[in-house]
């Protein structure tokens, strides 16, 4: 079955990228979202079609997939980025969704 | 603005049936899937399965046949329910919009916590 890797977690000071990425076979051929979720909160789409940015998601946000890892890209990063941020992919009939990264902002 | 909210119990007994229903407001059901994602306690995201409107299905395989995702289009409303329910079925369950053709589960609801214990 296929896998989604992304590392467990992801630090950075404010101000500066983060980038968080996630992993698998050929990916770049696939259609992929990332969410952000927030501690006690649903998920929140960010980007979605690999790059594109929904209404209301800051332009410090974007996104990347190509061979076999897709990359979420956040840009002058704010203490109210700290979540933790899942991709997700459709395989086989199956949404998948990755680990998740745990983005903390030093 | 479309919302949506998860209904039901927040306890099940071990080998009983889960079900949960979820109440779609401010908009039609019409064109979308409507799919039931779960979170087990300080975990990620699980997609259980989704119903498109007018009925198709797609479930996850690893649930092995106990999850069945139905819809009540009169009331606008669609239920989810798990069969042969143990420990570690306790996790908060949400359910979500998705986008047609691949799209992103782009409105969810604010998930309800179900434990499974005796």
């Known amino acids: 079955s296929y896998v989604l890797t992304q590392p467990p977690s992801v630090s950075v000071a404010p101000g500066k990228t983060a980038s968080i990425t996630c992993g698998g076979n050929?990916?770049?051929?696939?259609?992929l979202h990332w969410y952000q979720q927030r501690p006690g909160q649903a998920p929140v789409v960010v980007i979605s079609?690999?790059?594109d940015r929904p209404s209301g998601i800051p332009e410090r946000f974007s996104g990347s997939n190509s061979g076999n890892t897709a990359t979420l890209t956040i840009s002058r990063v704010e203490a109210g980025d700290e979540a933790d941020y899942y991709c997700?992919?459709?395989?086989?009939?199956?949404?998948?969704f990755g680990g998740g990264t745990k983005l903390t902002v030093l | 603005q479309v919302q949506l909210q998860e209904s039901g119990p927040g306890l099940v007994k071990p080998s009983q049936t889960l079900s949960l229903t979820c109440s779609v407001s401010?908009?039609?059901?019409?064109?979308?899937?409507w799919g039931w994602i779960r979170q087990h306690p300080g975990k990620g995201l699980e997609w259980m399965g989704y119903?498109?409107?007018?009925?198709?299905?797609y479930y996850n395989p690893s649930l092995n046949s106990r999850v069945t995702i139905s819809e009540d289009t009169s009331k606008n409303q669609f239920s989810l329910n798990l069969s042969s329910v143990t420990a570690a079925d306790t996790a908060v369950y949400y359910c979500?919009?998705?986008?047609?053709?691949?799209?992103?589960?782009?409105?969810w609801g604010q998930g309800t916590m179900v434990t499974v214990s005796s």
């Open positions: 119903i498109y409107y007018g009925g198709s299905t």
């Open positions: 979500a919009r998705g986008l047609p053709t691949f799209g992103p589960f782009d409105i």
């Open positions: 050929n990916i770049g051929s696939k259609t």
């Open positions: 997700q992919v459709w395989d086989s009939s199956n949404w998948l």
């Open positions: 079609y690999d790059k």
């Open positions: 401010g908009d039609s059901r019409v064109g979308y899937y």
